[in-house]
């Protein structure tokens, strides 16, 4: 008989590990990285998965240029879970990392030394500049390099690509000479966007986009020929702009053909210089936005003094024509009447002897843009400050004059002198500014006010404004034929009429495909795109892309190796000059062509004075659009091939990288370099706001890493929905380090459950208990999810999938369950082995499953059950989960038991509340048992209660039963407090 007052807690088979419940991963996982180090972990995983399918990454190029944050930790964690995935997996998925070292935030950080410095850059040999952009590039990719490390992510870090290395210069200049060589190059002028402040153009990504308050104006331009609609001479035609610093170098009126055009005569009650008694045409929907300018404007002269605000001080009056007709009637003119006439320019009589002011200004069909959305239907054609304006200029015979100088200046020679120096690269002279003045004092001005709000771009570095200024620059065309490339049939092009049959009326379907043709052909129909939105953002960018930019007038970068024919304006294409240059590059880098003797290059064929040389540098984007060439195909990485498996980045880079890569392999190779794009979101501040160090919202992955550790970062990084801006704070993090604190328990209970386990306890599935081969099937089911999560590159789905299947199937039902039987049961007894089984196929399951999430975490836990200092867990192979496993009726059988008990546990929670019971244990219930699948003892087993009774409903009341001393079950067998159960006293025996 068992002694009720006996201790019997040394006899409890309590889990014992030494797996703290506390992290600590701050202090622990620098010593990890050091063993990783220490037994070259990469080197070994290439080794053990050489000879298997390959997954190649290709990883975009940060910048080398400053500490990380927390976009670089999303991005890198990001790719080190896709790679760690495959490489778990069992693909052979290596990680070569990259830094883009050119460009223009490079020098501008020296440049900003200089100034510290008082140094003028200008005065600095260009070698002396480039060395220290070099220098300066170096030491932030080892920066660099060693937080990513910190950050766990597992590449090939003694061996990155850096744009910079001579043999990566090499590289991008034979790409460059291949489009040169089969024509696809031509220096032009066109108007780009230009940083005044940087004195360079600018690409599409290096430009960001702010809300500003900008000067709006109308004004007024004399109609002076108008063939089709003579009424009209005399009236002025009204433009709006929010660039007045454009109109000196207006040069045409572009109009609507099919828009309806109002004349008016403007009658003002207060003096008001330019306005009263004269005519004005505009668009006819946009007379009560012009009005109400216009009165805006006349209120505000000193002459409308105490104008009552109740009585209007402008009256509009139409004048109707009777050569266009309009529902039956006469209504003004249509766009198409002012063919062929012309205006002048609102400035002539002020520069009567200037033949630019003097010549009339053409009106001129813009149909394409011009539209009734806003202003006054008409506009101010500039060839010099924008595409439409250049493009439909051009059309029409009128060429760019290139007024403003590459710092934002008028030029000094220009006729309107007030300007002459005034910088306009802040974007707008103000209403009160000089060309508001000379326009009012003309007459032209109608309008003008400080107060237009708008999105405008401004570089990404240097935060200025931008312009659009037309400048000659090297282009990579879209549109013309890749005649290099093998000429596509109409099928493979995809042109086939609605029948079937290919369409041969149009010859051009049989040319060769243009750069855009080829790109988007590879965007619409073999590229994968994670998130699917990602290929309409991408096809409508490239859509609508004018010719490629590739100049930039700066120092530090590849240059454009070309010579031009000062006769007839064309690039030298000679193969063996090319040959030349290549090989100088490969031994000298890009300081070959700037430091070089042209007429060694030019060989004895040609005379270097009958050439100039080129000294503008390549737009970054085409550097990091070729990495692909020499990471993939170089065979410096002999492990890498080409196309990349996948290409991952944010999706800025929809604009950037993924576009500058895809147009550059499009255009030497005919397809795109990758197979697949992932995108992210941005990184948000806890409230949805763009991250600033002005705004003082940002947040230092480092701070996060020192006090909490990597892998709570990156658990982070999983978690979140990265097909969307997403958001990060300091309760965010604290959430997600309750997450981390649940699956770290749920490991440490496995460790302590499965201490002395071996092979001898094993117990065939065959022979296991139901709830065992249960959890087996739930195992099976999460495997398949987990798969296809790896597949799709779903990471946040995945770690919910894992950790539902933790907490719910495992913590909070199984583990629950069974700890009874681990601690009390005898240790040979078939239901504890078949549990400690199953535990130990979870946990090899599970620690794989959290190994490229958990980086740290995952080794900490393989380590403290098979310490080996040579192993890893990021060695090992995906689990092996049987299939068979899998058995539906069973799980239908089981999903009724678990609702069954949740049910229990519901109607026990309100008398725990109330601490009429404190554990479930004490709890008698009565349940409906009549159509659960299992009796009444196995099921108060399985809720954890003292006893269930079949009724008609539930109901709990706390039981009389007493406790066992050593299980602490109450069962009716027990005669007193303290006394054994029968099985705890057949164990004991």
């Not at 609102?346 to 394409?368: I, Q, V």
């Not at 008409?378 to 439909?392: A, I, N, Q, R, T």
């Not at 929809?654 to 030497?668: A, D, V």
Request: charge should be negative; proline fraction near 6%.
């Amino acid at each position: 008989m068992s002694d009720p007052k006996a201790d019997y807690k040394d006899t409890v088979f309590l889990p014992k590990t030494d797996f703290p419940m506390k992290a600590g991963l701050a202090n622990k996982e620098p010593a990890i990285l050091e063993r990783w180090q220490k037994i070259g972990l990469y080197e070994k995983l290439r080794e053990a998965r050489d000879g298997n399918e390959k997954f190649i990454f290709h990883d975009g190029p940060p910048y080398a240029n400053g500490n990380i944050h927390i976009g670089h930790s999303l991005n890198k964690t990001l790719k080190d879970l896709v790679v760690r995935s495959q490489n778990l997996r069992g693909k052979d998925a290596p990680f070569v990392p990259g830094w883009d070292c050119h460009g223009l935030p490079i020098e501008w950080k020296i440049e900003e030394q200089y100034r510290k410095k008082k140094r003028n850059k200008d005065e600095v040999p260009a070698s002396e500049f480039r060395a220290e952009c070099r220098e300066y590039a170096d030491n932030w990719v080892n920066v660099q390099r060693e937080e990513f490390k910190r950050l766990g992510v597992l590449a090939q870090w003694d061996k990155p690509y850096l744009t910079m290395d001579y043999g990566a210069e090499a590289v991008i200049v034979t790409e460059l000479l291949k489009f040169a060589e089969a024509g696809q190059l031509y220096r032009g002028a066109k108007p780009v966007m230009w940083s005044p402040v940087e004195k360079t153009a600018l690409a599409e990504a290096e430009v960001e986009y702010e809300d500003i308050t900008s000067t709006q104006i109308d004004v007024a331009f004399e109609i002076d020929k108008c063939p089709l609609a003579p009424e009209l001479e005399g009236a002025r035609a009204v433009i709006w702009t929010t660039t007045p610093w454009t109109i000196p170098v207006n040069q045409a009126l572009a109009y609507g053909a099919d828009v309806e055009y109002t004349l008016y005569e403007i009658t003002t009650h207060v003096e008001a210089p330019g306005l009263s008694g004269k005519r004005f045409l505009i668009a006819h929907d946009l007379y009560e936005l012009f009005k109400g300018r216009v009165e805006k404007l006349v209120r505000n002269l000193p002459s409308a003094g105490d104008w009552p605000s109740d009585q209007p001080i402008v009256e509009f009056d139409d004048h109707l024509f009777d050569n266009s007709e309009h529902d039956g009637g006469f209504f003004n003119i249509k766009g198409s009447q002012l063919a062929g006439a012309t205006a002048k320019h609102p400035m002539a009589d002020k520069f009567p002897d200037s033949e630019f002011y003097t010549k009339p200004r053409p009106f001129l069909d813009g149909s394409s843009f011009v539209t009734t959305d806003a202003g006054t239907g008409l506009v101010h054609m500039s060839p010099d400050h924008g595409e439409d304006d250049f493009d439909l200029c051009k059309a029409n015979g009128i060429n760019p004059v290139f007024a403003v100088d590459a710092g934002g200046q008028y030029r000094e020679d220009w006729p309107w002198l007030p300007l002459t120096g005034s910088v306009i690269n802040k974007k707008f002279v103000g209403s009160d500014g000089p060309i508001c003045s000379d326009l009012r004092e003309a007459g032209g001005l109608l309008s003008a006010s400080d107060d237009f709000q708008h999105s405008y771009p401004h570089s990404w570095r240097s935060k200025a404004k931008i312009i659009y200024r037309c400048t000659p620059q090297w282009f990579v065309p879209m549109d013309s034929d890749l005649t290099h490339l093998p000429a596509k049939t109409p099928q493979e092009k995809g042109w086939e009429s609605e029948g079937g049959a290919v369409d041969l009326s149009d010859e051009t379907l049989c040319a060769s495909p243009s750069l855009r043709e080829v790109a988007l052909d590879e965007i619409r129909n073999k590229v994968r795109f994670v998130p699917e939105r990602g290929r309409r953002r991408l096809e409508s960018m490239v859509e609508g892309r004018p010719d490629w930019v590739l100049s930039r007038q700066r120092a530090w970068g590849v240059p454009i190796a070309l010579y031009v024919n000062r006769k007839s304006g064309e690039y030298l294409n000679d193969p063996a000059v090319n040959a030349r240059i290549i090989a100088a590059f490969k031994t000298g880098g890009a300081d070959a062509w700037f430091n070089a003797d042209h007429q060694e290059f030019l060989g004895s064929d040609h005379a270097l004075d009958d050439y100039e040389v080129i000294t503008d540098i390549l737009d970054v984007w085409f550097d990091s659009g070729c990495t692909h060439s020499f990471v993939l195909e170089s065979g410096k990485w002999p492990d890498h091939q080409s196309p990349a498996d996948l290409y991952l980045e944010g999706s800025d880079q929809h604009r950037g990288w993924f576009q500058s890569s895809l147009l550059e392999s499009c255009g030497s190779r005919g397809h795109a370099p990758y197979k697949a794009v992932l995108t992210h979101g941005m990184t948000l501040d806890k409230n949805g706001k763009k991250m600033s160090k002005s705004l003082g919202n940002t947040l230092d992955p480092k701070k996060i890493i020192d006090v909490q550790g990597a892998d709570i970062l990156r658990l982070w990084a999983a978690s979140v929905d990265y097909t969307e801006d997403h958001r990060i704070g300091d309760e965010i993090i604290k959430g997600v380090t309750d997450s981390y604190r649940k699956l770290r328990n749920t490991f440490r209970y496995m460790l302590g459950g499965l201490g002395d386990f071996t092979d001898a306890e094993r117990v065939a599935v065959a022979d296991m208990p139901e709830l065992e081969r249960y959890i087996l099937h739930r195992l099976a089911e999460v495997d398949a999810e987990l798969k296809q999560h790896v597949n799709d590159f779903a990471f946040g789905p995945y770690m919910r999938t894992l950790n539902a299947f933790a907490q719910e199937d495992l913590s909070a039902f199984f583990f629950d369950i069974r700890k009874d039987c681990l601690y009390c049961d005898a240790p040979d007894d078939p239901k504890r082995m078949a549990y400690r089984t199953v535990m130990d196929i979870l946990f090899h399951a599970l620690t794989r499953y959290i190994a490229p999430v958990l980086v740290f975490t995952a080794e900490e836990i393989w380590q403290g059950r098979f310490p080996d200092e040579e192993d890893s867990i990021h060695l090992k192979l995906w689990p092996e989960v049987d299939a068979r496993w899998t058995d539906a009726d069973l799980a239908g059988k089981w999903q009724q038991i678990r609702d069954a008990r949740e049910q229990v546990t519901e109607a026990i929670e309100p008398l725990r509340r109330e601490k009429t019971i404190r554990s479930s244990l004490e709890a008698e219930v009565i349940y409906p048992m009549t159509d659960l699948p299992i009796d009444s003892d196995e099921f108060a087993e399985l809720a954890i209660v003292a006893r269930i009774t079949d009724g008609a409903d539930i109901a709990v009341t706390k039981t009389d039963n007493h406790k066992c001393g050593r299980c602490w079950r109450l069962l009716p067998e027990v005669e007193e407090d303290g006394a054994l159960c029968g099985r705890c006293a057949k164990v004991l025996a």
